[in-house]
């Protein structure tokens, strides 16, 4: 089991910066992926950036150039550095973790998600 547990979240002005932290804790490694989403009211929940198993990072495309996503394995800690905040970036911003083992003979991939740390950008 991974449990996460973000912060950072917080009303901000358009143009604005806010730095997200995820903390893992459980059965996490170094080498699992691991990203933030985030859902609007009224959508759907979509990707906003990823650290994928092979250590490269993703983004989507409405928030390339303005957000880093970053990793401190000594601290189990993924950060989103959010900055030119939009007011189309409010949502709520979630930690994902995604795992696989070889268990009982077999690989086995668990999906985690935290709580969720509110983000309102103001214009």
């Known amino acids: 089991q991974v449990q996460l547990v973000e912060s950072g979240g917080g009303l901000v002005q358009s143009g604005g910066s806010l730095r997200l932290s995820c903390v893992a804790s459980?059965?996490?490694?170094?080498?699992?992926?691991m990203g933030w989403y985030r859902q609007a009211p009224g959508k759907q929940r979509e990707l906003v950036a990823t650290?994928?198993?092979?250590?490269?990072?993703n983004y989507a495309d409405s928030v390339k150039g303005r957000f880093t996503i970053s990793r401190d394995n000594s601290k189990n800690t993924v950060y989103l550095q959010m900055d030119t905040l939009k007011s189309e970036d409010t949502a709520v911003y979630y930690c994902s973790a995604n795992t696989i083992r070889f268990l009982a003979g077999r690989y086995r991939t668990n999906d985690y998600w935290g709580q969720g740390t509110p983000v309102t950008v103001s214009s």
């Open positions: 459980g059965s996490i490694s170094g080498d699992d992926a």
């Open positions: 650290w994928t198993r092979g250590g490269k990072t």
